[in-house]
């Protein structure tokens, strides 16, 4: 069994969207399709197929979550120390081209966030970074082509 990589915090998202999409999603659409079926003709009823593709939709995650969960390991940041680029550090990074400075928080594939500068430890940024230290350039491979970081920081919060 593959083993999943995750934050203490990504693990209680997981379990509180499992739990809200079992207590109050399904039930919702279960709700929303029997009303829709009350309308009458399916064939030209959008409430009817919404409601079908948004049960769709949360019996598919429901699925995904139901296989995730239990292959997770989770990881405790809070005895991570030190200055190297592991699993659940805050690394910052200046890129050398565009003197760019961005911060980002490596965490498990399922966690992943770029609204929260929160990236998986599989992506080509983090394949880089890791293993490094404070004051390293790496190159990290781009659409673009290759681009030049320094790390700037790693922290352990």
Excluded: C, W
Excluded at 3 to 18: A, I, N, Q, V, Y
Excluded at 80 to 92: E, K, L, N, P, S
Excluded at 140 to 145: I, S
């Amino acid at each position: 069994m593959q083993k999943f990589p995750m934050t203490p915090e990504g693990l209680t998202r997981l379990e509180d969207e499992l739990r809200m999409l079992k207590v109050e999603e399904r039930p919702a659409v279960i709700r929303a399709i029997a009303e829709a079926r009350e309308h009458g003709d399916l064939s030209e009823n959008a409430e009817y197929h919404a409601a079908r593709e948004r049960q769709s939709f949360i019996e598919g995650r429901i699925a995904e979550l139901e296989s995730v969960i239990p292959s997770v390991e989770v990881i405790d940041i809070a005895r991570i120390t030190g200055d190297q680029v592991r699993f659940g550090a805050h690394v910052t990074i200046l890129d050398e081209e565009t003197e760019e400075e961005k911060s980002y928080r490596i965490v498990g594939q399922y966690e992943a966030d770029m609204k929260n500068a929160s990236i998986s430890i599989s992506s080509p940024l983090a394949k880089a970074l890791l293993g490094k230290t404070i004051g390293d350039t790496v190159e990290v491979p781009a659409p673009g082509g290759a681009r030049s970081v320094e790390i700037t920081a790693v922290r352990y919060l």
